[in-house]
């Protein structure tokens, strides 16, 4: 009964996020001519920007690779940077299959390859991503600042200003919204309940907690901040370089980058697939608000996000194969 219960849960967790995902992107491209994909792929988009684009994608899992082992450096390990970065790829593939499983992969891959212990790392990792959200918030915050009257806007499409209660329940975008927050919450939840786990093993807390501290006795801290720094700088490269692969959106300036580009980092909080559904819907809404179709900027999210998933997919292919490899040719 314990298994079949074990089972159950896994299956549950790994459906309901790719349902989710499903039900939106269905919602999102309903009426949308999936013809006009294949056109725009063979003569309309401009690979060499999109190439680009993806070189700063793959820069990014390098640089947090980078950081990463300075977080581990105190706590008296030394990973080999090309294991970390492998450990990075596939983290991200990970995902893929199961939101958020990417960080205990890495992990799990650290603690069997180099002997560095799980909750050690698992500490390094929950202050990294709070690092990353301190660094999102003041982005956000300043491109709110620049660019307050379309997010009024979007807030006021999406529905949440509006003026009465049956205009609320008659927009399909709140729907999508609701089920996003909802992603959220069930996330949050899953999160509390494994960290609760945790607390009943012995030690693990402790451990944790030492993965946490270890920010505070990094010995480069210039080249910690520097690291953070280029890592967002190749996030949003990773996006922005994306507008110059379509004449449609060749000419949205940097301030557009920037709102679309907070609009997609919250919207993948939801958890779905690479934040497949939530991702689509916010850079939509946005990208109509500077004056883009429908149908193109739909057309832009369907392949821009489908061309950085490939992407993970590959690299975590990559990294999973090479850590396989290099571990198959260590000495006993």
């Not at 505070?216 to 520097?226: A, D, G, I, K, S």
């Amino acid at each position: 009964m314990k298994k079949e219960g074990f089972l159950l849960k896994n299956i549950v967790k790994t459906a309901l996020p790719l349902m989710l995902g499903a039900f939106i992107l269905y919602w999102v491209y309903r009426d949308f001519d999936f013809t006009r994909t294949g056109e725009a792929l063979l003569h309309d988009m401009r690979w060499d920007w999109m190439g680009l684009s993806l070189l700063f994608g793959v820069l990014s899992h390098v640089v947090r690779a980078l950081r990463w082992g300075q977080m581990l450096e105190p706590l008296g390990v030394h990973p080999r940077t090309s294991r970390l970065v492998d450990a990075i790829y596939v983290s991200y593939a990970a995902s893929l299959v199961v939101p958020r499983i990417g960080e205990v992969t890495r992990c799990g891959m650290l603690a069997r390859g180099d002997g560095v212990p799980f909750s050690q790392s698992l500490g390094t990792v929950v202050t990294e991503r709070l690092v990353d959200t301190l660094c999102i918030l003041l982005i956000a915050g300043g491109t709110l600042a620049l660019e307050l009257p379309v997010f009024l806007t979007f807030f006021h499409q999406t529905g949440t200003k509006i003026p009465s209660l049956l205009h609320l329940l008659s927009s399909p975008w709140f729907y999508v919204s609701l089920f996003s927050v909802v992603g959220v919450l069930v996330l949050a939840v899953w999160l509390v309940r494994m960290f609760s786990f945790y607390e009943r093993v012995r030690g693990v807390v402790l451990d944790v907690w030492q993965g946490i501290l270890s920010l505070r006795r990094v010995r480069h801290v210039p080249l910690y901040l520097t690291y953070t720094g280029l890592l967002w700088a190749c996030y949003f490269l990773h996006f922005y370089l994306t507008f110059h692969c379509f004449s449609f959106t060749e000419g949205l300036g940097l301030q557009a980058g920037l709102v679309m580009f907070v609009a997609g980092t919250f919207a993948v909080i939801v958890p779905t697939p690479n934040g497949a559904g939530p991702w689509h819907f916010a850079v939509i809404t946005m990208m109509m608000l500077y004056g883009v179709s429908d149908a193109d900027a739909a057309l832009f999210a369907l392949i821009v996000h489908g061309t950085q998933t490939l992407l993970v997919i590959l690299l975590g292919l990559w990294g999973w194969l090479h850590d396989a490899h290099f571990s198959a040719s260590r000495p006993s």
